[in-house]
């Protein structure tokens, strides 16, 4: 299992006036941990962009189940969940580094589309299966 | 059937580099939609807040359809969804101005929370069961 | 003088943890004047960008007055700056919608640019002179 | 002379359509700058907020001088400008970590106030005397 974990301190513009993290900013970390992990295992939006694919988001789910506050950060952690479809999915945990606990759970699901046609590929491109291969995941 | 619509003029700042509105946004279109709603049939952040109860977050689901671009404007439908559990429900959808396509769909759940003591309350509140009503929606 | 004045909603997610807007969220509604002011007289992004050019921001000065809370809302108004030099400037006022006194004032400066190049336009450029000729400005 | 300086990863979120950071979004990276810059020095929000105070700002400046791309990171420069007046003063000098040249420089001004009656100081906080001279700086 290919999991990744980054740190990420809680900002003052990411705080509302309840003085917790507006939920809408978990999306940003997990795109911070998604690209975190992407950095770490060589699948990057720039990795893919490498290979002339886009990886857009059809969906996305979160569970929000304590709150964050400032002066706290953030533990993403972000794992890669295999899939024998053309799909890039990932879950993701956030804990709070301060108490430990979990703060938020989430998954996004992305497919492979070329930027220009905006065609969606309906098949694993060949470079995510030499991808899987190197990191020994087999469905 | 409650229901509210409001128009977005999608800003430069929301567009990613794919030159898109970068996904997240649709979080904050979602929550422009709900206090529209919310100022429409009295049931905004403040209203709530004025009976002494927050509504964060626990559950938010969002479904990625298409693309939407800057010059267009975002068509935000937000639905009250009745349920007899303590939980504030809405459905959402989003439609491209210019093209009349659905560009996204989502649902948001919401608790009601004492804002000092962070308890939640595990029933309908009486304010709600007031508001509901009053606007003939009956579990 | 050229002038235009938008409203914009105060965003639950655009008020930090003191119960104000941000002050990093008045660029943003900043911009918003611009392109308001951009649509209602003909030099919006897109319409510069037709004549094959971006308008990136070189300067920008903030002055902040008052606080904008939740529940108000942005009265921006847009002024163009008329200059001799090959730059874009725009003066701003906001206004509470609730309180009518100043907010935050401002000015942006932007130049020409190429935007494969990245050559900046040292005179200003015809569409420019076409459009200040247009609307009866001369310097 | 106090500084301080940090490392920024540039986020996918952060970029236009222009595909660098959009402007507006180094305001953000003035914040993330001065509030490392008090966590370092002990004169962040939390720390001031100890005293009974809030820090607004009144004034910012930001000049805009290259861009910087995704796949970059932002090297944030916060350094203390001292001042006779009760204004807390700061300077910016955000550099591209990938080709060190200067992007982005700026000042920010804030001032000292009681977070519930929103008197300003108009003579430097004991707390602020007491810490400068800790750090040796005298006017």
Not at 44 to 50: K, T
Not at 90 to 111: E, K, L, M, N
Request: net charge negative; proline share 4%; hydrophobic share 40%.
């Amino acid at each position: 299992m290919l999991t990744h974990t980054v740190k990420q301190i809680v900002k003052f513009s990411e705080v509302d006036s309840l003085r917790v993290v507006w939920h809408g900013n978990y999306v940003r970390y997990f795109e911070d941990g998604r690209e975190a992990f992407g950095k770490a295992y060589g699948l990057g939006y720039l990795d893919i962009y490498e290979h002339g694919l886009a990886v857009p988001l059809i969906d996305l789910h979160v569970n929000f189940k304590r709150v964050l506050e400032y002066g706290d950060e953030a533990v993403i952690e972000t794992t890669f969940v295999d899939s024998p479809a053309a799909k890039l999915i990932f879950d993701y945990t956030i804990r709070s580094a301060r108490h430990g606990h979990v703060v938020c759970t989430g998954r996004s699901t992305q497919v492979f589309m070329e930027p220009v046609s905006k065609e969606l590929h309906i098949t694993m491109p060949p470079f995510m299966e030499a991808w899987k291969k190197k990191w020994n995941i087999s469905d």
